[in-house]
Every structure is written in structure tokens, then in C-alpha cells.
């Protein structure tokens, strides 16, 4: 099947994805009636729906599922160039430890209002983004001195002691704040509940800044994949493309967990399934991740809002519970494909 065909399908299955996320709920809205309260509301076009199901749509539903679509395909990307630059399937940064860096950050920000001149609400992601970028050096500068070879377990072992550490504070900084211990660990454990537009607003310049110089470096990485030696004969500085990939990540990632919370394991699953529909080529596999991302968020998120309606379970709990095994999954069957060879 043509790549382009292939694009085609996995854009009319999230569109129909994305009706599905804003149709199911707590109370099911007939997927006409969704339809034509977003043409209503996007292209002017008159249509009769009662009021009540146009505010639930365009109020409630329609700007959560547009987050969690816009987080999932960030994550999804941020997981892809991790997976590329560290040469190791098993990365990403909820395995690495990005997460649990900019979970602090954002948790700081929570706990003592701190606000930058001038930009006000940016503080939230901006702080995701400084102190996911932090962790994510510091770990493969740890990894670097005790392993020259900079193995997949060295890796993943310094990422997930980080997290621990990390963890840790955030939770001590927590308790000693037992007036805001409900907000914070529910948002620690992720959640789309009660966002509004404005989240997306805050998320879209760090997803749109890291997107365009991904798929801007999308040769180099291709080039990196053959080797440091080989990409170096080409003419790629590949420790500055490897910085500025990695601080285009981190950002998508910091932004996310900022406004979302601690969202793991879509970062790993998306990048994974969408080499095996595309091919490793970065310009295709990347923004197949980003589709598949933003459709596995969409359906985590409904089933974290349905199955126990009308209670919510936290997404993140919903992806780790799916992306467990398929961890397992990958690095297991890496260990028998390379017992094999």
C-alpha cells in the first residue's frame, strides 16, 4: 500500500477518532448532532441543535479532546526522536526521566504561583520545558561517565533512579502542602478534566516550534541512524543536531506535562507502530506518530472518562496499564532477536 494511502486512512480514522471522543460520555450526543454543532461553530453553517448538546460539545468535550489529541502526537514525536538520537527503542521521556523533571518544574510553579514578567501563563510549560531539558542532560551525563558504550540498560537504569529521586521530592513537596495535595496528585497521575481552550493555546508554540525543527532536522537523523563516523563524513555536526533535537523534545514534553500531568508510555508505543506502517524514514514515521499518538490519547482519554462513568480514572493510569506489557513486549523481544543473531 502506497505511503500516501496510508496517510489518508490514518487521518479519516482520527477524525472519526476525534467525533467518537466528543460524541461517548457520561451522557452519548448522536454523532449528527456532533457534526453539525462543529460545523455550526467552525464554518457557520446553521444547523438545529439543541442548546444544551452544543455546550456540552463545544464547551466541555470538543476542547478536551483537541488537548488530548495535540499531547498525545507531542509525546508521540518527543518518543520518536528519543528513540533516534539515543539509538535505543526502549527510550522515552516518561522512561527516561523528562517527565519526572518537568513534573517538578510544573509542580514548583503550582505550589508557589510563581509567575515571569510579561508572560504570565507561559510560566507553567516554560518551567516544564527548562527542568524536563535539565534532566534529560543530566541523565545521559551520568550514563556517558559509567558507560562509554552508553548502553540501553545504563540508560534506562540512570532514567528510571532520576525518576525515582525526583518523585520523591515532588512527593515531599507535596505533603508539606496538604492544601493543594488532591489537585496535585491527581494532575501528577494526568488528566484532561475541566481544560478549556486556553490549554491548547499554551500548548500549540511549543508543539509547533518543536514539530517544525523536528521534521526540519528529519535528513540528519535519517544520516545519524548509519552512525556518528558516517554522519560526520556528511557533513552533519551531530552533537549540535543531537542537542537541538533533544531540547525539541524536551519542550514538547515539559509543555505537555505541565498543563496535562504525568502521561507515560504514548511516547513509546506511537513511535514503534507508526516505523512499522511508514518505514524508519523520520519524515513519514514522524508524523504517523504524531496521528497514532493523538488517536491513542483521544480513546485513553474516553475510556478513563466511561468506564467507571461518572467518576474519571487518571489517563495516565489508563496508558500505563496498556503500555506495561507492550514495555515488556519490546524489550524482550529485542533480547531474543539479538540472542538469534
Known amino acids: 500500500m502506497k505511503l500516501r494511502v496510508k496517510f489518508i486512512i490514518a487521518c479519516a480514522a482520527a477524525f472519526l477518532i476525534l467525533l467518537a471522543g466528543v460524541s461517548l460520555g457520561s451522557s452519548n450526543i448522536p454523532l449528527k448532532d456532533t457534526a453539525g454543532t462543529l460545523l455550526e461553530k467552525l464554518f457557520g453553517l ?15 468535550r470538543f476542547p478536551r479532546a483537541i488537548l488530548a489529541f495535540l499531547a498525545g502526537g507531542a509525546l508521540a514525536i518527543s ?37 515571569l514578567p510579561f508572560i504570565g501563563a507561559f510560566t507553567l510549560p ?62 501528577q497521575m494526568g488528566t484532561f478534566s475541566m481544560k478549556d481552550w486556553t490549554y491548547s493555546g499554551l500548548l500549540l508554540p511549543f508543539l509547533a516550534a518543536g514539530c517544525a525543527a523536528v521534521i526540519l532536522y528529519s535528513r540528519e537523523m535519517d544520516i545519524l541512524s548509519f552512525g556518528e563516523e558516517e554522519a560526520q563524513s556528511m557533513g ?8 537541538t533535537l533533544l531540547a525539541c523534545a ?25 516505523r512499522r506502517i511508514t518505514g524508519s ?19 485513553t482519554d474516553l475510556i478513563a472518562r466511561t468506564i467507571v462513568s461518572p467518576s474519571e480514572l487518571p489517563v495516565g493510569a ?6 506495561g506489557p507492550f514495555f515488556a513486549w519490546v524489550y524482550f523481544g529485542k533480547r531474543r532477536s539479538g540472542a538469534g543473531a
Open 46 to 60: 446553521p444547523a438545529k441543535t439543541e442548546s444544551r448538546i452544543v455546550t456540552i460539545v463545544w464547551n466541555l
Open 79 to 115: 518518543g520518536g526522536v528519543f528513540q533516534s538520537v539515543l539509538k535505543n527503542p526502549l527510550a522515552s521521556p516518561f522512561i527516561i526521566g523528562v517527565s519526572s523533571g518537568a513534573s517538578l518544574g510544573a509542580g514548583l510553579v503550582m505550589l508557589t504561583g510563581f509567575a
Open 126 to 187: 516554560l518551567s516544564g520545558f527548562f527542568f524536563g531539558l535539565l534532566t534529560v542532560f543530566m541523565v545521559i551525563g551520568f550514563s556517558s561517565r559509567l558507560d562509554k558504550s552508553m548502553s540501553n540498560n545504563t540508560i534506562i537504569l540512570f532514567g528510571m533512579v532520576f525518576s525515582l529521586f525526583i518523585n520523591a521530592i515532588l512527593t515531599t513537596l507535596t505533603a508539606l502542602n496538604r492544601e493543594e495535595l488532591r489537585n496535585l496528585l491527581y494532575w
Open 236 to 243: 552533519v555536526n551531530a552533537v549540535r543536531v543531537r542537542r
Open 250 to 274: 524536551a519542550a514538547m514534553t515539559g509543555a505537555c506535562v505541565a498543563l496535562c500531568g504525568v502521561i507515560g508510555f504514548v511516547d513509546l508505543i506511537a513511535p514503534h507502530l507508526a
Open 281 to 299: 524514514r523520520h519524515c513519514y514515521s514522524l508524523p504517523m506518530a504524531f496521528i497514532i499518538g493523538g488517536s491513542l490519547m483521544v480513546v
Open 318 to 323: 489508563v496508558t500505563a496499564l496498556i503500555g
